[in-house]
């Protein structure tokens, strides 16, 4: 059974703190890609990597950074949260060219 | 800017009805992807429609495309409760890759 695994489901943080969402994928996928959630808003690419090492921006990059240092694990990392970062945030993981996707569970996060 | 615009966003139908969801977008793409999200979960990848004219169904759902209308349709027949959930749909543009851009998504309920 394929599986897109998320570190925590829910997570509360304060302003200021380092923040990291991890994300693993046992489906040995290039692609990995991280969204965030809101309501009225849809999902939001934030990053995508399509290799080891490799990332491009999406459309909301904006204080956030990520690491993809193996193939199977993509990590998201609020630099500095604020509170409109406050969101679930969705992971993602696909072959090339998009075929099929396979989300994560979701994280919530709550920046207080 | 590619657009992808989702209608209704909110429909509420009884049982034993069918109506369709429509999923229009801004771009040249010949590549459209449905989801399911039920609440509190992730998403569940419904179909993938890879050209023009492409038309998949399963059970009570039945999808298409006409990438000339830059359209997709997500029919549902008689439906039923355990189709409540929120519908997104998702185009993957000719240039961009492996980035798919996501509809604000239509939260559907079925009343029995």
């Known amino acids: 059974d394929v599986k897109v695994t998320q570190s925590s489901r829910y997570l509360v943080k304060r302003t200021g703190e380092k923040v990291f969402l991890e994300c693993v994928q046992d489906?040995?996928?290039?692609?990995m890609f991280w969204y965030r959630q809101d309501p009225g808003l849809g999902l939001r690419l934030i990053y995508f990597?399509?290799?080891?090492?490799?990332?491009e921006k999406g459309d909301i990059p904006e204080g956030y950074s990520v690491s993809r240092e193996k193939k199977e694990r993509f990590s998201l990392i609020l630099e500095s949260a604020s509170t409109n970062q406050t969101s679930m945030y969705l992971c993602?993981?696909?072959?090339?060219?998009?075929?099929?996707?396979?989300f994560g569970p979701g994280t919530r996060l709550t920046v207080l | 800017e590619l657009k992808v615009e989702q209608n209704p966003l909110f429909l509420s139908m009884q049982e034993g009805k069918n109506y369709t969801i429509y999923c229009n977008y801004s771009?040249?793409?010949?590549?459209l992807y449905w989801y399911r999200q039920d609440p509190g979960k992730s998403l569940e990848s419904l179909f993938v429609?890879?050209?023009?004219?492409a038309v998949k169904q399963e059970g009570r759902l039945m999808a298409s495309l006409d990438t000339k209308a830059r359209l997709s349709t997500l029919h549902i027949t008689a439906a039923v409760h355990d189709l409540s959930a929120t519908y997104f749909c998702?185009?993957?543009?000719?240039?961009?890759?492996?980035?798919?851009?996501f509809g604000e998504g239509t939260q559907l309920t079925v009343n029995p």
């Open positions: 993602a993981s696909s072959l090339p060219l998009a075929q099929r996707g396979f």
């Open positions: 489906m040995d996928h290039e692609n």
């Open positions: 990597s399509y290799d080891v090492k490799m990332k």
């Open positions: 771009t040249t793409s010949d590549r």
């Open positions: 429609l890879l050209s023009n004219g």
């Open positions: 998702a185009v993957l543009p000719e240039t961009s890759g492996s980035r798919l851009t």
